[in-house]
């Protein structure tokens, strides 16, 4: 009996026991192959692949992407100095497109850099320059690579600050406009990224140096600046950049009611420092001059009968000018002896001469007052004493024609008897 030998090559199963289960998640982390997820706004690094005229094509990894149109164009020119091997910054702005690449923007990568040196400016409190794009009624316009912001009108310096009479608007707007195109050092007062909020300040930019020049400034020193300003409540001077008003009260001693009369924008003026208070700097241009008022009783002493123009009528009186600096006032009880006048407008016109008695000398509060019923009573007693002088007069001029009438009668008498006869 033959002997069979088993020549099989089948290999023997052997059994395989599961000891442990790992998570799904565990093993697409642990897969190197597996495919990256972008999404809108990530902000992305790669080398350039391929460069056109109109795309440019970025390695991601295990997915390309591509920059097209509008989005190729950044602030810093990357186009034209980019080459393939490059690595270059990008921000994810939409999906796959037929092609199977994510569409990415150099644009809005520039802008996020932007952004992020904005950050860094607001906190170490940096001093950068902008250009003005446009204006409106509020403030300027400012555009960065994209990001615009904003210079409100209260944080321009006196330089550029639209100060207009009245504050027109349109005026205000059209001073605004003549701005644009103009470059301007500007400080980061307030910014939110994720709002795309930038708001700028000239003001604070040259804070350091208007701190020194205020301190440099004593109450009592006269300083000489320009006239940046001249509006219904006073008049703006500049000194070496910092910005002080004299107020209306402080123009004259007399009564000032339109400061255009007294300068002009961009006349060069001494004034006096009469306060110094953070912010707000006081100037005068009377007290560069002699205070009439000091030898006001000496000009117009109690008692005595003054001339003067109406300068101006008010519901309590009417204003005398006396001379340039002095005016007195006429109090509504003092026009008539016949009692309160009601409406001064009906005794006196502006412009028009008048006479007055001087009643009152105030010179600390700098008041004179005037008073026509006085000066009417005294001018009645006057006409009284004229009356019954000119009746005396009458009446002896009465009793010498009579006396006259009776010797003409006595001569004229015999004559018309002896005609009888």
Do not use: C
Request: proline share 4%.
């Amino acid at each position: 009996m033959n002997e069979t030998t088993n020549t099989s090559t089948k290999p023997n199963k052997v059994p395989v026991f599961v000891t442990d289960i790992v998570p799904m998640d565990d093993l697409v982390k642990n897969d190197t192959t597996s495919v990256m997820i972008y999404e809108k706004g990530d902000v992305v690094e790669g080398p350039v692949v391929s460069i056109s005229k109109h795309a440019l094509v970025v390695d991601l990894g295990t997915v390309s992407g591509v920059v097209s149109g509008s989005e190729m164009m950044d602030s810093v020119g990357t186009m034209k100095t980019v080459k393939v091997g490059d690595k270059v910054k990008v921000v994810v702005v939409g999906d796959e497109n037929t092609d199977g690449q994510l569409q990415l923007s150099l644009r809005r990568a520039s802008q996020e850099n932007t952004w992020n040196r904005f950050v860094k400016d607001y906190q170490d409190g940096k001093i950068i320059e902008v250009t003005v794009m446009e204006a409106n009624k509020g403030g300027l316009l400012i555009e960065s690579d994209g990001i615009r912001g904003f210079v409100p009108v209260s944080q321009l310096t006196p330089e550029h600050y639209p100060r207009v009479s009245g504050a027109d608007p349109e005026k205000i707007l059209s001073k605004l406009q003549s701005l644009v195109g103009q470059k301007f050092k500007v400080k980061i007062i307030n910014l939110n990224p994720e709002e795309r909020r930038l708001i700028l300040s000239e003001k604070a930019a040259y804070s350091d140096q208007r701190n020194k020049i205020i301190a440099k400034l004593k109450v009592g020193q006269t300083i000489e600046g320009t006239v940046s300003g001249v509006v219904h409540f006073g008049v703006f001077v500049n000194f070496e950049g910092v910005e002080g008003l004299v107020h209306i009260s402080e123009i004259a001693w007399g009564h000032v009611s339109d400061p255009t009369q007294h300068a002009r924008v961009g006349d060069k003026i001494k004034v006096m420092v009469i306060g110094v208070d953070d912010d707000k700097i006081s100037f005068s241009l009377k007290r560069l001059t002699e205070d009439p008022w000091l030898k006001a009783a000496e000009r117009y002493p109690i008692g005595n009968m003054v001339k003067g123009t109406v300068a101006r009528i008010t519901p309590f009186g009417i204003f005398l000018k006396l001379d340039d600096e002095i005016e007195g006032l006429i109090h509504i009880s003092e026009i008539s002896p016949d009692g309160r006048i009601e409406d001064p407008d009906r005794i006196a016109k502006e412009g028009q001469i008048m006479e007055a008695k001087v009643i009152s000398v105030e010179q600390d509060e700098r008041r004179l007052g005037l008073s026509i019923k006085a000066l009417q009573g005294e001018k009645a007693v006057e006409e009284k004493l004229t009356g019954e002088a000119d009746e005396k007069m009458k009446e002896k001029k009465v009793k010498e024609k009579a006396k006259k009438e009776e010797k003409e009668e006595k001569k004229t008498a015999p004559k018309k008897a002896k005609k009888k006869e």
